[in-house]
């Protein structure tokens, strides 16, 4: 029997694939298509989600302790508070993946992860592989083989194939292919996708020197 | 609003390009380039894989408030009343903005389906009745839930049936038809062409409505200083589609507003228009004195940001049995949705190959859905659909092979405008294509015998645009240490616009790519360029860099030939100095000669020339693809394609394959997965996310993805030789798909999207005969 590449390259030590991860969020997020249909929320209750409370959010190497609402995403507070654009907003709801970025070494939808749920994870972003000024190996070989067109699900692509490629370093094409299966690219540059993935393992290789 | 659909339409519809710049000094073609043609890496890669790129959603200003807009939730309604009072005071409400506020009653959507910014009727699921500003997008959206509306609810109609039937529900006053339909090609006489033909078919076909979704949603920040206005904009052009309309809109002189969109993350034509959004963050911004971001959901964008329209079109073709084509009639019709846009699909029909006798009809309706945009070559992948399957029909009733059939057909004159094209690489894009694809021993090879059929499919195509044309500026500038920055004020869609600016200057100049830096669209700062649209932003914006360029350079040599005393031919730069070639001793750098003429740097400023008089210029391909069709399931899976493209030159090898990949991936959606689902009971759309409306991944693309660059060598187009390449390097890979099923399973998919179902229903229909 051929092997499930997912299981090489998608699946985390808990057990949750970013393909299961995907399934079961699909319902939460339906509520949001109503939008001005719904009836006005009793005042007590937008007051009761302005709460607030403090989270400490280890967040490319150090530690930031910051006030948050419980509804609010990481990716929310990635952009709107600690500045971190580089992780992107696309659909918000966990189904395009501009936003992935990595929650203890594994690739995840930061639009589907509360910043509440995020405190005590390792959690890296886009800006959190470079080096200084320096690209890092993945981001170089993306910039070689001109993996994207207008860029904005690029940080996202990148985040997916650096967690790839901390569990499996050297991954088949389809591999790849699943392993990115959760990042929408509408210019669709996935040709070249694929090339940079090839390209991004063997620059890790060589220990990230172009 | 100005309808840019429509005034683009009229544009390509007539026979040339309005010229409006001076003749200017001959420049001759490049021989053999040292960066031109190169597969070389973008100029902004480092932004976009570093995450430094600053996206319209990126942007974050001091005190700024997040905006959210209250769309009408059914089909067709009329506002009795708008509460906001519960909504005003929420948590970080700032500001409510409704039809009623001052300077809200703003006209859109143009004379023929006049309408407004809020406009109490609403004629689809997805019209703007009012919006919020607040301290935190989530506020703002809470408060927007919060707002109370009166509507009374209207019948609706949602496809041609029911919106064109005598006493339809009417959506504007005119009705629901735009008008009678239109005679949009004619040549000869279809009756007598008819006659003449040994065979002639007649097919009914239907394309889908697909959604633009780019990654980026639609979006504005708005800041105001006073009566100065600075706007942020995800837009596919900072002048034409936001600064002039805007100004006007909003009757504020257009040295007030400042639009910048330095990364665009996407539009597909549906950013080629001023959007509402921008016109109430504005409102917002200037009511609450505080910048405003406004960024619509990914909801709002499948909902009310613009569709490709479907088309039925019935294509009537008669052939000769020796394969020339003897008439063509198209009738086609087109929902725009619930305001005024284009719809036509036929021009291919009247122009891709060789035929007498032609009749294109079109006419267009309005349904209580969003209205349709321009998107990526409108009306051509849907013509091409109908075109190409009955070119494939055609060629099996008369035994003929299909590569056979088109390459007899083809001819050297735009029969439409009866001017020649100043090159057409579309036979050389069928032979080389075929050549590399294998066709005629995949075609020859028997089939699979398993419930898993393979096929093998080609369609031609080509744009109606893609020549580009005046006016363009683009400033070149050295520095006196020899480095050169470029301005323009031309988006870079992520075509790689900015990179094949600086190629083109580099490869002029005679300096490294890396010595050019590009700075562009930011209406302060740039030079004019047109909208990115038409697959006419590389032939417009280059030969005005490689204008300017050449204005640059010849200053510079100008003042070296005389310090020097050598002729100026004889010079050329190298690092920071120009040098004499026969004498390299003899030399000036930059600094000395700008600081002999008082100068610290030197500019050129190129303007586009105007194009060939008497030609007509488009680009063309050919695209293959092989397919595998499950029988049981009805799953399609495209196992290879190939794309065979002409565009003239070609700049950049990297980004050219890539435009013909997405191209060809987008025309994968276009006929296996992407449709917009209404609902029959409430006219609501059901397929509002990502999940339920289908884009390609990066599983359901084939890694066999080849390409194939034809250049024709075309010194006449303009003077850098290329053509747009975005629109044809999509428009037939649908139509190749179609064919390919059809040659799989022997039964022809007239109705895109093809999805298992309709395989499945198909194969059945032809158990049963």
Same mark, same amino acid.
């Given at each position: 029997?051929?092997?499930?590449?997912?299981?090489?390259?998608?699946?985390?030590?808990?057990?949750?694939?970013?393909?299961?991860? $995907?399934?079961?969020?699909?319902?939460?997020?339906?509520?949001?298509?109503?939008?001005?249909?719904?009836?006005?929320?009793?005042?007590?209750?937008?007051?009761?989600?302005?709460?607030?409370?403090?989270?400490?959010?280890?967040?490319?190497?150090?530690?930031?302790?910051?006030?948050?609402?419980?509804?609010?995403?990481?990716?929310?507070?990635?952009?709107?508070?600690?500045?971190?654009?580089?992780?992107?907003?696309?659909?918000?709801?966990?189904?395009?993946?501009?936003?992935?970025?990595?929650?203890?070494?594994?690739?995840?939808?930061?639009?589907?992860?509360?910043?509440?749920?995020?405190?005590?994870?390792?959690?890296?972003?886009?800006?959190?592989? $470079?080096?200084?000024?320096?690209?890092?190996?993945?981001?170089?070989?993306?910039?070689?083989?001109?993996?994207?067109?207008?860029?904005?699900?690029?940080?996202?692509?990148? $985040?997916?194939?650096?967690?790839?490629?901390?569990?499996?370093?050297?991954?088949?094409?389809?591999?790849?292919?699943?392993?990115?299966?959760?990042?929408?690219?509408?210019?669709?540059?996935?040709?070249?996708?694929?090339?940079?993935?090839?390209?991004?393992?063997?620059?890790?290789?060589?220990?990230?020197?172009? | 609003?100005?309808?840019?659909?429509?005034?683009?339409?009229?544009?390509?519809?007539?026979?040339?390009?309005?010229?409006?710049?001076?003749?200017?000094?001959?420049? *001759?073609?490049?021989?053999?380039?040292?960066?031109?043609?190169?597969?070389?890496?973008?100029?902004?890669?480092?932004?976009?894989?570093?995450?430094?790129? /600053?996206?319209? @959603? =990126?942007?974050?200003?001091?005190?700024?408030?997040?905006?959210?807009?209250?769309?009408?939730?059914?089909?067709?309604?009329?506002?009795?009343?708008?509460?906001?009072?519960?909504? %005003?005071?929420?948590?970080?409400?700032?500001?409510?903005?409704?039809?009623?506020?001052?300077?809200?009653?703003?006209?859109?959507?143009?004379?023929?389906?006049?309408?407004?910014?809020?406009?109490?009727?609403?004629?689809?699921?997805?019209?703007?009745?009012?919006?919020?500003?607040?301290?935190?997008?989530?506020?703002?959206?809470?408060?927007?839930?919060?707002?109370?509306? /009166?509507?009374?609810?209207?019948?609706?109609?949602?496809?041609?049936?029911?919106?064109?039937?005598?006493?339809?529900?009417?959506?504007?006053?005119?009705?629901?038809?735009?008008?009678?339909?239109?005679?949009?090609?004619?040549?000869?006489?279809?009756?007598?062409?008819?006659?003449?033909?040994?065979?002639?078919?007649?097919?009914?076909?239907?394309?889908?409505?697909?959604?633009?979704?780019?990654?980026?949603?639609?979006?504005?920040?708005?800041?105001?200083?006073?009566?100065?206005?600075?706007?942020?904009?995800?837009?596919?052009?900072?002048?034409?589609?936001?600064?002039?309309?805007?100004?006007?809109?909003?009757?504020?002189?257009?040295?007030?507003?400042?639009?910048?969109?330095?990364?665009?993350?996407?539009?597909?034509?549906?950013?080629?228009?001023?959007?509402?959004?921008?016109?109430?963050?504005?409102?917002?911004?200037?009511?609450?004195?505080?910048?405003?971001?406004?960024?619509?959901?990914?909801?709002?964008?499948?909902?009310?940001?613009?569709?490709?329209?479907?088309?039925?079109?019935?294509?009537?073709?008669?052939?000769?049995?020796?394969?020339?084509?003897?008439?063509?009639?198209?009738?086609?019709?087109?929902?725009?949705?619930?305001?005024?846009?284009?719809?036509?699909?036929?021009?291919?029909?009247?122009?891709?190959?060789?035929?007498?006798?032609?009749?294109?009809?079109?006419?267009? #309706?309005?349904?209580?859905?969003?209205?349709?945009?321009? #998107?990526?070559?409108?009306?051509?992948?849907?013509?091409?659909?109908?075109?190409?399957?009955?070119? =494939?029909?055609?060629?099996?009733?008369?035994?003929?092979?299909?590569?056979?059939?088109?390459?007899?057909?083809?001819?050297?004159?735009?029969?439409?405008?009866?001017?020649?094209?100043?090159?057409?690489?579309?036979?050389?894009?069928?032979?080389?294509?075929?050549?590399?694809?294998?066709?005629?021993?995949?075609?020859?090879?028997?089939?699979?015998?398993?419930?898993?059929?393979?096929?093998?499919?080609?369609?031609?195509?080509?744009?109606?645009?893609?020549?580009?044309?005046?006016? @363009?500026?683009?400033?070149?500038?050295?520095?006196? =240490?020899?480095?050169?920055?470029?301005?323009?004020?031309?988006?870079?869609?992520?075509?790689?616009?900015?990179?094949?600016?600086?190629?083109?200057?580099? %490869?002029?100049?005679?300096?490294?790519?890396?010595?050019?830096?590009?700075?562009?669209?930011?209406?302060?700062?740039?030079?004019?360029?047109?909208?990115?649209?038409?697959?006419?932003?590389?032939?417009?914006?280059?030969?005005?860099?490689?204008?300017?360029?050449?204005?640059?350079?010849?200053?510079?040599?100008?003042?070296?030939? %005389?310090?020097?005393?050598?002729?100026?031919? =004889?010079?050329?730069?190298?690092?920071?100095?120009?040098?004499?070639?026969?004498?390299?001793?003899?030399?000036?750098?930059?600094?000395?000669?700008?600081?002999?003429?008082?100068?610290?740097?030197?500019?050129?400023?190129?303007?586009?020339?105007?194009?060939?008089?008497?030609?007509?210029?488009?680009?063309?391909?050919?695209?293959?693809?092989?397919?595998?069709?499950?029988?049981?399931?009805?799953?399609?899976?495209?196992?290879?394609?190939?794309?065979?493209?002409?565009?003239?030159?070609?700049?950049?090898?990297?980004?050219?394959?890539?435009?013909?990949?997405?191209?060809?991936?987008?025309?994968?959606? @276009?006929?296996?997965?992407?449709?917009?689902?209404?609902?029959?009971?409430?006219?609501?759309?059901?397929?509002?996310?990502?999940?339920?409306?289908?884009?390609?991944? *990066?599983?359901?693309?084939?890694?066999?993805?080849?390409?194939?660059?034809?250049?024709?060598?075309?010194?006449?187009?303009?003077?850098?030789?290329?053509?747009?390449?975005?629109?044809?390097?999509?428009?037939?890979?649908?139509?190749?798909?179609?064919?390919?099923?059809?040659?799989?399973?022997?039964?022809?998919?007239?109705?895109?999207?093809?999805?298992?179902?309709?395989?499945?229903?198909?194969?059945?229909?032809?158990?049963?005969?």
């Amino acid at each position: 029997m051929p092997e499930d590449p997912e299981d090489k390259c998608c699946r985390s030590d808990h057990g949750i694939s970013r393909r299961d991860f $995907m399934s079961s969020v699909g319902v939460g997020a339906v509520a949001a298509v109503s939008i001005g249909n719904a009836p006005a929320a009793p005042a007590q209750e937008i007051e009761a989600v302005s709460n607030v409370l403090t989270v400490n959010l280890r967040i490319n190497g150090s530690l930031r302790k910051i006030t948050v609402e419980p509804r609010w995403t990481l990716l929310y507070v990635l952009r709107e508070f600690l500045g971190l654009t580089g992780t992107k907003i696309g659909c918000e709801r966990g189904e395009c993946g501009a936003c992935t970025v990595l929650i203890d070494g594994m690739a995840r939808y930061a639009c589907m992860t509360l910043a509440v749920e995020a405190q005590g994870h390792e959690i890296t972003t886009i800006e959190g592989l $470079m080096d200084g000024e320096k690209l890092g190996p993945v981001q170089q070989a993306f910039a070689e083989e001109d993996a994207f067109q207008c860029g904005f699900c690029t940080p996202g692509q990148i $985040m997916a194939v650096e967690g790839l490629l901390r569990q499996n370093p050297n991954p088949t094409i389809d591999q790849v292919r699943i392993g990115i299966s959760g990042n929408l690219c509408r210019c669709a540059a996935y040709q070249h996708i694929f090339k940079a993935a090839a390209k991004a393992a063997e620059l890790r290789a060589k220990g990230g020197q172009a | 609003m100005s309808d840019y659909y429509e005034e683009l339409e009229e544009l390509l519809r007539s026979a040339s390009v309005p010229q409006s710049s001076q003749p200017q000094e001959k420049i *001759a073609p490049w021989g053999e380039t040292r960066i031109v043609g190169k597969p070389l890496p973008r100029v902004d890669a480092y932004e976009k894989v570093s995450g430094a790129g /600053q996206y319209t @959603y =990126d942007i974050h200003l001091p005190g700024m408030l997040y905006a959210a807009i209250l769309r009408c939730p059914h089909a067709h309604a009329m506002v009795k009343g708008v509460d906001t009072s519960a909504a %005003e005071t929420m948590p970080g409400v700032v500001a409510v903005l409704t039809g009623k506020s001052p300077g809200a009653d703003i006209p859109w959507y143009g004379s023929r389906t006049p309408s407004k910014l809020f406009d109490p009727h609403c004629r689809y699921e997805g019209d703007e009745i009012a919006a919020v500003a607040a301290r935190t997008s989530y506020q703002a959206r809470d408060a927007v839930k919060a707002i109370k509306v /009166q509507y009374e609810q209207l019948p609706f109609v949602i496809d041609q049936e029911s919106a064109l039937k005598p006493g339809a529900p009417k959506i504007h006053e005119s009705g629901n038809s735009a008008g009678e339909p239109r005679v949009t090609s004619r040549r000869g006489d279809v009756a007598k062409g008819f006659a003449e033909a040994d065979v002639a078919l007649e097919e009914t076909f239907y394309t889908n409505f697909q959604i633009h979704v780019p990654m980026e949603a639609h979006g504005s920040v708005v800041s105001w200083d006073g009566d100065k206005v600075t706007i942020w904009d995800s837009t596919q052009g900072v002048y034409d589609a936001v600064l002039m309309p805007f100004a006007q809109t909003m009757g504020v002189p257009m040295n007030k507003v400042r639009v910048i969109c330095r990364y665009f993350g996407g539009g597909f034509g549906s950013k080629l228009e001023l959007g509402k959004y921008t016109v109430i963050a504005a409102l917002l911004a200037r009511r609450t004195g505080r910048p405003v971001k406004l960024m619509l959901s990914r909801e709002e964008t499948l909902l009310a940001a613009g569709n490709r329209p479907d088309a039925r079109m019935t294509l009537k073709a008669g052939v000769k049995k020796d394969g020339t084509l003897t008439a063509l009639q198209l009738t086609s019709i087109g929902a725009a949705g619930a305001y005024s846009a284009g719809t036509g699909v036929g021009w291919q029909v009247g122009e891709l190959y060789k035929c007498l006798n032609v009749l294109v009809t079109e006419s267009t #309706f309005y349904i209580n859905a969003g209205r349709a945009r321009a #998107f990526r070559a409108p009306g051509f992948p849907a013509g091409n659909w109908c075109l190409e399957q009955m070119m =494939d029909m055609l060629a099996e009733r008369i035994g003929m092979d299909p590569v056979e059939f088109r390459l007899k057909n083809l001819t050297e004159v735009s029969q439409s405008r009866n001017v020649p094209y100043t090159s057409t690489g579309l036979k050389q894009c069928l032979i080389e294509g075929s050549k590399a694809f294998g066709w005629k021993e995949a075609r020859a090879a028997r089939k699979s015998d398993s419930h898993i059929k393979r096929g093998f499919g080609l369609a031609a195509g080509m744009w109606q645009a893609g020549s580009g044309g005046p006016p @363009y500026t683009a400033e070149v500038r050295m520095f006196m =240490d020899g480095g050169v920055t470029i301005k323009t004020g031309a988006l870079d869609l992520g075509t790689g616009t900015k990179t094949v600016a600086c190629m083109v200057a580099a %490869e002029e100049l005679g300096i490294p790519l890396e010595n050019i830096r590009i700075e562009n669209a930011d209406t302060a700062v740039t030079p004019y360029a047109q909208t990115s649209g038409g697959s006419m932003t590389l032939p417009g914006l280059t030969p005005a860099v490689r204008r300017g360029a050449w204005l640059l350079k010849r200053q510079l040599f100008g003042w070296a030939s %005389e310090a020097l005393g050598v002729p100026a031919e =004889d010079l050329e730069i190298n690092n920071n100095s120009i040098v004499s070639r026969s004498s390299p001793d003899k030399k000036r750098t930059m600094q000395e000669l700008m600081r002999a003429h008082q100068v610290n740097e030197v500019i050129g400023i190129g303007n586009r020339d105007p194009n060939p008089a008497n030609r007509a210029i488009n680009p063309f391909g050919a695209h293959f693809a092989e397919v595998e069709v499950n029988t049981k399931t009805g799953e399609v899976k495209v196992v290879r394609l190939l794309g065979a493209n002409e565009s003239g030159r070609v700049i950049n090898r990297k980004t050219f394959d890539n435009q013909v990949h997405g191209g060809m991936t987008m025309g994968l959606g @276009y006929a296996l997965t992407e449709k917009r689902v209404l609902d029959r009971q409430t006219g609501k759309m059901c397929n509002l996310n990502f999940h339920d409306y289908k884009v390609p991944t *990066a599983l359901d693309v084939p890694v066999d993805h080849q390409v194939i660059a034809i250049d024709p060598k075309d010194t006449e187009c303009n003077i850098v030789g290329c053509k747009g390449l975005g629109e044809p390097a999509h428009v037939p890979a649908a139509s190749a798909i179609a064919n390919a099923i059809y040659d799989a399973i022997g039964v022809r998919p007239t109705h895109g999207p093809i999805d298992p179902k309709m395989i499945l229903e198909l194969l059945s229909k032809k158990k049963r005969g």
